[in-house]
């Protein structure tokens, strides 16, 4: 079985100030590993993904995110957020069949 | 390319009413999803189909909710009768294959049962 933990509902940040926004799965199998972001009023899209080879991935945007497989994490990192960065952020785990979302991220930009 | 259409966006019932939501994929994709996300949590997996053939539905509420996927295309979930635990916005999302390809989403409805 897997499971997704995002374990911060809410984050507030002072813009360009940098952000962590923290996930751990569990699974018995290998796993894919994806940030999805949801924009206000908007539906979700993905933001990066981990499939295989380096650890580190970089959305366009100048997220990262960094697969620690001995800690189980996949948390996704900003060194300086923008207003626009204002969103919904779901971490969610891949196995051969199925995706699993966490219970969401959601990041508050403060001027 | 075309992103994934759902219809309608927003829908108001009684409890104890029928709804159908209709969801056509991105051309090409064999994986199609349902999922539910109520107001706070994250999208919850109702069904998966990989073709016109059911993955996953182990999260579906049998009792209420159907859904089919005819000819490996379009799909359409129903719930009757609505309870109001099933106030939520309903997402569709189709991929190329399952597991490892990236989800693409529809804009979801919104249903709401008073």
């Known amino acids: 079985a897997q499971s997704v933990t995002q374990l911060d509902s809410q984050v507030p940040v002072f813009e360009e100030a940098p952000v962590e926004l923290r996930c751990n799965y569990s699974?018995?199998?290998?796993?894919?590993l994806f940030w999805y972001v949801q924009y206000p009023n908007q539906g979700l899209q993905l933001l990066l993904k981990y499939l295989s080879g380096s650890t580190l991935v970089e959305s366009i945007n100048g997220f990262e995110a960094e697969f620690n497989k001995s800690q189980t994490s996949f948390h996704l990192r900003k060194p300086s957020v923008h207003i626009s960065d204002t969103a919904e952020y779901f971490c969610?785990?891949?196995?051969?069949?199925?995706?699993?979302f966490g219970s969401g991220t959601r990041l508050s930009i403060r001027p | 390319e075309a992103g994934v259409a759902q219809s309608p966006r927003y829908k108001i019932i009684e409890k104890r009413q029928s709804v159908a939501f209709w969801c056509n994929p991105i051309s090409g994709h064999a994986t199609l999803y349902w999922y539910q996300q109520i107001l706070g949590q994250g999208p919850k997996l109702l069904i998966q189909?990989?073709?016109?053939?059911?993955?996953?539905d182990s999260q579906l509420p049998k009792d209420r909710f159907s859904a089919e996927r005819l000819k490996g295309v379009d799909s359409t979930l129903k719930i009757q009768p609505a309870k109001l635990e099933d106030s939520a916005v309903y997402l569709c999302a189709s991929s190329l294959d399952m597991g490892f390809a990236p989800l693409h989403f529809g804009n979801g409805t919104r249903l709401t049962v008073t």
């Open positions: 699974s018995s199998v290998s796993v894919y």
């Open positions: 969610a785990v891949g196995s051969a069949s199925k995706i699993i």
């Open positions: 189909f990989q073709n016109n053939g059911v993955v996953d």
